[in-house]
Structure formats: C-alpha cells, structure tokens
C-alpha cells in the first residue's frame, strides 16, 4: 500500500524515475502496490500498463498468463490497462491482440505453431445491433457469428472463453418508455445478452457489459468522441473499470476465485469496541448505523453460503470478542459460520498466517478486511500475496467496497461450496483430536 501522503500523480512519476535510474524491479513493486491500493487515476493507467509490458521481465510475480484479446471495436487501451490491473493482482499478463473488427479471421488463420494462450477475451459492439436497418432476426445472425468464434477458439487454440456482452449508450428517437420494449433497441440488446449467456460453452465466463457500465454510469463509461476517432468508445474510466471487470473474469477461469475472507469484528462486524461498550452496547441493527453493520454482516454471511471460507482475526480479549455471538440477538453471524477465529494481540499479519497454516491455504487467496487503516498497512507490508480491502470509513459502504474488488467472481458454485465452512472445522476438530 501506497502512504496516504504520497499523492497520486506523484506515483507516476516516482515510477519513471526509478525506470530513469535503472531500477526497474523496484518500479515494477511500486507500481503493483499502488494498483493495489488505487493509487493511479483512470488516465494513468494506461500508462502504466505500457511500461509493465516493456519492463515485467525484470521482476518476479506469482503467476504468468497468455491472453488472446478480439474487439468488433478497438482494444489498445483496454488491453494495456488491464495488464496494469493484472500486475497488482500479481500476474505478468501478455495480452496479444488481433485486428479491428477481425475476429473470425483471425482465429482461422491461426498457425499451429503459434503460442497458446490460456484465455480469449472477445468483446462485441452494440453497432452490429443497432443499425438502422436490421434483419429479420439479428440476435440469431449475432448469435451464429459468435458461435463460430468460440468453435474456431476450441479447434485452434483450446483456450478457455472469456465473453463480454453487449450494451446501449442512449436510447433512440423513440425514447426510453418505448426503447426499453421487447422489439425497441434496448429491449433488444437485452434479449440478445441473454442467448449470448445461455449459448455460451460450459465453463465460459460472461462479463455483462450492461451491469457493468450501469454501476458507473454510461455518461462516465463511455467517451462518443474517442469512438468517432479512434472507434474506441470506452472512457478512461471506463475503460479502467472493464478491465478490472475482465481480469475478475480471466482470474475465475484461470484459478478461481479468492477463497477465505478473514474479518475484523470491533467497528466491522458491529460498531464501537465490544469490550469498552459490553456486548449489549455495540451498534448493530435499530439505529441507522447499526442497520448499515447489520446489513453488512447479511452480507458477508451470503458469501458464506456460496462457499467463501470466513475467518476472524482481531485484536482482542477472547471473552469480551465471542460475547455478541451469544448474547446481542442482532447478530447475524455466528460462530458457526467461521472456519477459524484468531483472536488475540499479535500482529494481524501473524494471525493471518496462523489461519493459513489451519486453512492449508495459500495467502494468496486471502481476501482481508478491516476498518483500521494502520492495520492494513501492516498487513500490506507483512504480506504482500493477500488482497487488502480499502474500507472506507462509513459503513453503510462496506459491502460496496467489498465487492469492488470482484475477488470472488466465479464461473459457477457447486453443491460442495455451501458446505467449505463445515469442512474445514470438522477438519480441524480431527486435527485437534
């Protein structure tokens, strides 16, 4: 993590003055920690995707991947942003890309001893469904074209499928009310994302392109203007934010999702310290922001249900942090729904590494949250391997700030994933004995 007293346009530049002096491993570390912490603008990271593709060989990160990006639009910024973002995530990305608007093409002539890549991203443009004049049935022509891309890519490459889908700017001269019909432009799009999700090849991945540009904004996510001369039509910022989207996706296909999701509890599961307040005095439920705990908490309990591995590590006294498991109704949560609890006054980066020592786990699919920064920042340097959530000091944006990450995209959840939690302590229980 990046001190809060380095601002951001001076990262940039300390990373090109590293670069200048010949540093280029510790340019590459300073950079993985600022993406990490969202230390760069939209507009830089670009950027900085360009020099980690010209300098990545000179440090070391956990994993390498290969990727295959295919556009009906330009894909320049996005490809070099997102191999910005996959470096703070610890991947040395090659993204390799093909020609406008030139997908089948490309994937027909690919020679055999051409490298494989592990993942192809392919991204549509509304265009092809929006013009003024369509067929009788274009989602079925749009539909048969990427059908035989995904073929091409199982015959040529056996890469795994990484499917965007397809997206409105503004609605046209027929307004939103009637655009938003089965047969207007935007109903449209719509019916046509949901064939393109339903005929996808068994463990493809689909970033929805409507849901993503929804949660910025089309006036932000997009840039008209840079489509009109580039025919590239993702802003700055929304390009940053595809890309993020689209290496939650690659990340899923290539190793899954992040597995444990390790807590603080005092002014994080529940506001004020239990052990100052007792376990009756905490804010949870009934006042604005105990509602915002407690939603919080429902929250963090449904990603228990679909598998993600919960833990507790918090500086505290046992007795007082169990407490508002068993005595405050209000809780949502209890201790059943974690697989393990450190819970002492080590250092948090101990404890993390005592739960992954339980776990069998790699930190590197640790997932940490906690409202203090200094604690995260200790955690930060400890281990760099874990993901570290930017919590914002009100609550009522936890979930958000959790979910922003998209550490825990995945292709599907199995009957087995419900039951992670229960594994793990009968695991542990057999251990004990």
């Not at 670009?46 to 593709?53: A, I, Y």
């Not at 929304?238 to 509890?265: E, F, I, S």
């Not at 994080?268 to 005095?281: K, M």
Request: with cysteine.
């Amino acid at each position: 993590m990046i001190s809060s007293t380095v601002t951001k346009p001076s990262v940039l530049s300390l990373v090109r003055n590293l670069l200048k002096e010949g540093n280029s491993s510790e340019a590459l570390r300073l950079i993985a920690a600022a993406m990490r912490a969202g230390n760069f603008d939209p507009e830089d990271c670009e950027k900085v995707g360009r020099l980690v593709k010209k300098h990545k060989a000179a440090a070391e990160c956990r994993s390498q991947a290969r990727v295959v990006f295919l556009g009906q639009c330009t894909t320049w910024w996005i490809a070099t942003t997102l191999t910005a973002v996959a470096w703070g995530d610890g991947c040395g990305l090659d993204v390799e890309e093909g020609g406008y608007d030139n997908i089948l093409q490309e994937l027909m002539s690919w020679p055999e001893e051409r490298e494989r890549p592990q993942v192809v991203v392919l991204l549509p443009w509304t265009k092809r469904l929006s013009r003024e004049n369509p067929s009788a049935d274009p989602i079925s022509e749009e539909l048969d074209f990427w059908r035989k891309a995904w073929d091409l890519i199982a015959e040529r490459t056996q890469a795994k499928i990484l499917q965007v889908g397809y997206d409105w700017l503004v609605p046209s001269p027929l307004g939103h009310h009637l655009c938003g019909a089965a047969e207007g432009e935007i109903g449209r799009i719509r019916r046509m994302n949901e064939a393109l999700r339903a005929a996808l090849p068994q463990g493809s991945f689909f970033v929805d392109l409507d849901q993503v540009s929804g949660s910025m904004g089309r006036e932000r996510f997009y840039d008209p203007r840079r489509y009109f001369w580039t025919k590239q039509p993702f802003s700055e910022a929304g390009a940053q934010r595809l890309a993020m989207h689209l290496w939650a996706g690659a990340r899923a296909l290539l190793t899954g999702p992040k597995k444990v999701l390790v807590l603080d509890l005092d002014n994080t599961l529940w506001g004020g310290i239990v052990g100052e307040t007792g376990p009756l005095g905490i804010a949870l439920g009934e006042t604005p922001e105990g509602e915002a705990y407690r939603e919080f908490q429902r929250h963090v309990k449904g990603l228990g249900r679909r598998g993600v591995v919960l833990a507790i590590c918090s500086k505290n006294n046992s007795e007082d942090a169990l407490a508002p498991f068993s005595q405050n109704p209000q809780m949502l949560l209890k201790t059943g729904d974690f697989a393990h609890m450190e819970i002492s006054w080590e250092p948090k980066s101990a404890g993390l590494r005592r739960i992954a020592e339980t776990l069998n786990l790699g930190l590197d699919s640790f997932v940490f949250f906690d409202d203090n920064p200094a604690e995260r920042e200790e955690v930060c340097q400890a281990l760099p391997d874990v993901s570290v959530v930017e919590v914002p000091v009100e609550p009522s944006e936890f979930v958000r700030a959790l979910e922003s990450g998209l550490w825990f995209e995945t292709t599907h959840i199995s009957e087995s994933d419900s039951k992670k939690t229960a594994q793990y302590q009968h695991e542990m229980q057999r251990r004990d004995l």
